[in-house]
């Protein structure tokens, strides 16, 4: 069963099999929010298998960076650079890595319709020197004004545009290169358990109207028989002898103890029982 209406679902179906599984991007050190944003949601449009992301600082790609385009990429961490460019390798892949140097080639000199890792580097120094170890190729962006480098986004683009073109015109996005049980997975993980998981997100967050106006009333009412008591308090020490002030006093004492010690407790007992019953509401509406 799934929880996203028909025409969604297609187009997480269509996404998944046109996905280039191949096709590979790893962020060496690539820091700038900004950029990161702007290379995942490039990934996201050309349909990359897969984004492999290392970082200095502690960078999390999460929806403020990536504006929720990295919900649909495959991303991955990475921990060990040498082991991960020796597994990587180990599948067969070549490594592009993109350089403003003498020693590389155009970019569009390359065969990028193979299984293929793209290497980007950092905004400073480039890609690191383990990445240019080993590299298969390094490309160049030819670059004929002042500026010496393009945005490590635009550069991202614009090797990532040249990919695709060679690969559509190869038929590539026509056939599913993913095996059927990762496509199987991703969709129930894509339109069933991040739904799930959203949506009980939401409701701890959320309070359910109900909950918070019945909240509010008795706390309200809490406050308001706090200044009872203290006004009837303060009317005794003034109190003449006349026998039917007393009277009236000890009525409205009474009163408002026990309409205190009332909407404490419910104040209270909505407090504790506010996560469970939101929770509950949820998952009703998703029943
Ligand atoms: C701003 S550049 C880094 C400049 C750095 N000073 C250097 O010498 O590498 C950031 C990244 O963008 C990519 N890049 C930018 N312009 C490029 C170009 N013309 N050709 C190839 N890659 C480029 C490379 O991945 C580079 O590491």
Redesign the pocket.
Known sequence: MYLVSEERLNKMKQILKTRQDTLRVFMDYVYSPHNLSAIVRTCDAVNVGKLYYRHQKKVKLNNEITMGAHKWIFHEYVDDIEKFYKNIKSQGYQVVV???DEDTVD?REVDYTKPTLI?????????SETSIKYADKK?????YGMS?????SV?NAVILYEAQRQRANKGMYDKPQLPPEIIEKTLKKWAYDDIIEKELKRARHKPHWLSSSLHAFFASCFCISILGICFFTTFEEQATKNKTIKIHKKFFNIYFLFFNIFSLFLTLSLSFSKNSSKVKFCCNILE
């Not at 010496?148 to 490590?152: A, G, P, R, T």
């Open positions: 993109t350089l403003l970019f290497v980007l580097g950092n905004e400073v120094d480039g890609a490309v160049i962006i030819p670059m010496q480098s393009l945005n490590v550069a």
